[in-house]
């Protein structure tokens, strides 16, 4: 229901009231009814730019908060976990129950976390519940960030590990993906790679991604207060990511860059997600470069997923399917 609307030449301002929509799964309304409550320990503003004390002390607690959402899960997952190096950064090599451990694809799942949280252990837990969604065996980069590591630091390391990759398996042996942040790295990583002369992978896979740190799509606004999960800008860590670097550079905002030749990508995102533009932009960018792109979009979900309702297992076997189609099931 629209309360009250206001209008000039340029800006729309709109009160409403947004319902919990029956379109969607009964799973998928607790979590919408839940709103941002389970989220509540990253619901605070963040620290300022130059507060190093603060932001590690923001990520120590956003770190704990989400270790115990995907702990939870991590106990219906049966998989064999490997921490291995390469060079200084740190891969987690998992091999879900069901794959073979020699299996010729690999998975090289980057986090997300908003390009300051998700490291160490919740990697390792992300990671798991990755490898069981895509059913591939799985390498998931521990890569390093802020405060500490800013830009480029996450995208070296991810870079590393994509180039130890390709050294144990061919280029359509390999698929590279993330949600969030770590979509934002995925799409990133195809652009440096292919600046650096390395083979491009099969397949890309961004989930909502953060392809455009400078925030300037359309649903950046329109679904500020609605994304139960993104309940703000994220315009505080991102600055912090990129340190003095331009958020509008394409190693930093992919969504900016050459997009030509990348591999064939599936995109998802929802109708509540604060990543919406990003996610519709950049595929229409690919299509635009000639790349085979499918976009899905899904009914009310926030940014990313409903947490184990229907929608999420729908999404997981689309993913599947896509994949199956490039590099073989």
């Known amino acids: 229901m629209v309360d009250d609307v206001e209008t000039d030449e340029s800006v729309i301002t709109v009160t409403r009231s947004i319902p919990?929509?029956?379109s969607v799964s009964p799973a998928a309304r607790r979590v919408l009814a839940a709103g941002a409550a389970a989220l509540a320990g990253l619901g605070g503003p963040n620290p300022s730019r130059d507060d190093t004390e603060g932001w590690r002390a923001y990520v120590k607690a956003a770190d704990a908060m989400l270790l115990g959402m995907f702990d939870a899960q991590v106990p219906q997952v049966v998989a064999t976990v490997e921490a291995i190096s390469v060079g200084d950064v740190t891969v987690f090599d998992i091999t879900p129950d069901g794959v073979p451990g020699d299996s010729d694809v690999v998975y090289l799942e980057i986090h997300g976390g908003a390009l300051v949280i998700g490291g160490g252990e919740c990697c390792r837990a992300m990671a798991i519940n990755a490898s069981a969604r895509m059913r591939r065996r799985t390498w998931s980069v521990d890569y390093r960030m802020p405060p500490d590591h800013p830009y480029p630091a996450a995208l070296d390391d991810c870079l590393a590990a994509y180039r130890a990759l390709l050294g144990v398996r061919a280029p359509d042996r390999v698929i590279v993906g993330g949600a969030s942040a770590g979509g934002n790295l995925a799409a990133a990583l195809m652009l440096r790679a292919r600046d650096?002369?390395?083979?491009?992978?099969?397949?890309?896979?961004?989930l909502t991604p953060e392809v455009d740190l400078t925030e300037s799509g359309d649903s950046f606004r329109t679904n500020l207060?609605?994304?139960?999960?993104?309940?703000?800008?994220?315009?505080?860590?991102?600055?912090?990511?990129?340190?003095d670097h331009d958020l509008a550079h394409p190693y930093l905002s992919p969504l900016f860059g050459d997009v030509t030749g990348f591999p064939p990508t599936f995109l998802q995102t929802g109708t509540r997600d604060?990543?919406?533009?990003?996610?519709?932009?950049?595929?229409r960018k690919l299509r635009a470069a000639g790349v085979e792109a499918e976009l899905h979009v899904f009914e009310a979900m926030p940014h990313g997923g409903f947490w184990g309702a229907p929608e999420d297992k729908e999404m997981a076997e689309e993913v599947r399917r896509f994949l199956d189609a490039h590099v073989g099931p």
Request: charged content about 10%; proline content about 7%; overall charge negative.
């Open 20 to 22: 919990v929509p029956t």
């Open 196 to 206: 650096e002369g390395l083979p491009l992978p099969a397949a890309l896979v961004l």
């Open 225 to 243: 207060g609605i994304d139960t999960v993104l309940m703000r800008s994220l315009a505080e860590a991102n600055a912090l990511y990129a340190g």
């Open 274 to 283: 604060l990543f919406l533009s990003n996610t519709v932009r950049m595929h």
